[in-house]
Nanobody, 115 residues
Framework: QVQLVESGGGLVQAGGSLRLSCAASINIFSVNRMGWYRQAPGKQRELVARITSGGLRIYADSGKGRFTISRDNAKNTVYLQMNSLKPEDTAVYYC?????????WGQGTQVTVSS
C-alpha cells in the first residue's frame, strides 16, 4: 500500500501563488509517473500536471506557463508550484502515483482562489 499525503492548499487571492506538496510513503525514484489532478464541484477529475521517472513533464493547457511540477527523489516528494492563480483554479487537488503495484491517490487538498 502506498500512502500519499498532500499539503499546501489554502485560500489565496487571484494572481497569487501556492506550492502543493505530495509526500509518498515509498521511494519515488522508480515510480513510473506521479501527477497532480484536480476536481472542482460538479466537474470530473482532470489532469493538471504529470512527471515521469525520467523527468518528462506534461501539463494541461489550463496550467501551461503558470504551473510547474517537480520531484525531489531524496525526500520522496512531488511539488506543484502554482503561480498567477485564477478563480477557475479553485478545486480539490489530488496527488497520484502510477506504480508497479498499481495506482494510488492522496486524500486531496483544497485550493480556493478568490477574485
Amino acid at each position: 500500500q502506498v500512502q500519499l499525503v498532500e499539503s499546501g492548499g489554502g485560500l489565496v487571492q487571484a494572481g497569487g501563488s501556492l506550492r502543493l506538496s505530495c509526500a509518498a510513503s515509498i521511494n519515488i525514484f522508480s515510480v513510473n509517473r506521479m501527477g497532480w489532478y484536480r476536481q472542482a464541484p460538479g466537474k470530473q477529475r482532470e489532469l493538471v500536471a504529470r512527471i515521469t521517472s525520467g523527468g518528462l513533464r506534461i501539463y494541461a493547457d489550463s496550467g501551461k506557463g503558470r504551473f510547474t511540477i517537480s520531484r525531489d527523489n531524496a525526500k520522496n516528494t512531488v511539488y506543484l508550484q502554482m503561480n498567477s492563480l485564477k478563480p477557475e483554479d479553485t478545486a480539490v487537488y489530488y496527488c497520484n502515483a502510477d506504480t508497479l503495484m498499481g495506482e494510488f491517490w492522496g486524500q486531496g487538498t483544497q485550493v480556493t482562489v478568490s477574485s
